[in-house]
């Protein structure tokens, strides 16, 4: 079993829909928590971080984590075009700096 | 400014030859990081070097060689190039427990 699941879509919505993306995971160690947005032929870029359980909210972006469950959620609401990238989970263990990344998310969000 | 820069930013060369691809950050980071991701993009860790100190060491083929001269360069040498090595290689650098900051990459196509 992989440290991290993330279904890898592609998922495709019309702008201003909500958008829900997730990830699973089973290491229980894991405490960090970040969302990565990557475009096309760019670096992953970090949109979301949260340190154990409960939500994180930035602008039109709120980071879910359920510890219990080990199960991890960015919500993206009004979807514009320019959300249009993959986003790639991470996570890692309260010591030590390995990061498990998730296989990422493609989205598309149609004008 | 950019904060951890990549060259060069393409690479094309000819099955068996030797290349590098260098690595700078510029955030004060003592950690970075040297990522292959495939066209699936997924990212996977290959090194990672602690204060010119290796500490992370995946199964990654002894052509691979990196080579950290301070805690602010981390350079990546690849012997004898194969189809295989065709692949997007990301540098990233944080703190040495962080958020990883990732630079645009480096986009290897051996023929």
């Known amino acids: 079993q992989k440290e991290v699941e993330q279904d890898p879509g592609p998922l495709s919505v019309p702008e201003g829909a909500i958008v829900s993306l997730n990830c699973t995971y089973s290491n229980s160690a894991f405490q960090y928590f970040m969302w990565y947005r990557q475009y096309s032929r760019k670096g992953p870029e970090l949109l979301m971080y949260t340190y154990s359980s409960g939500n994180k909210e930035d602008g039109r972006f709120t980071a879910q984590v359920d510890k219990s469950s080990k199960y991890i959620s960015l919500f993206i609401r009004d979807s514009q075009p320019s959300d249009s990238a993959t986003y790639l989970c991470a996570m890692s263990a309260t010591t030590g700096n390995q990061f498990y990344f998730g296989t990422g998310t493609s989205l598309t969000v149609i004008p | ?111």
């Not at chain 2, 060369?13 to 993009?41: P, R």
């Not at chain 2, 060689?65 to 692949?87: C, F, M, Q, R, T």
């Open chain 2, 1 to 111: 400014d950019t904060a951890v820069s990549q060259t060069p930013k393409y690479l094309v060369t000819q099955m068996g030859n030797d290349k590098s691809i260098k690595c700078e950050q510029n955030l004060g980071h003592d950690t970075m990081y040297w990522y292959k991701q495939d066209s699936k993009k997924f990212l996977k860790i290959m090194f990672s070097y602690n204060n010119k100190e290796l500490i992370i060491n995946e199964t990654v083929p002894n052509r691979f060689s990196p080579k950290s001269p301070d805690k602010a360069h981390l350079n990546l040498h690849i012997n004898s190039l194969e189809l295989g090595d065709s692949a997007v290689y990301f540098c990233a650098s944080s703190h040495k427990v962080g958020i990883q900051y990732f630079g645009a990459g480096t986009r290897l196509s051996v023929l």
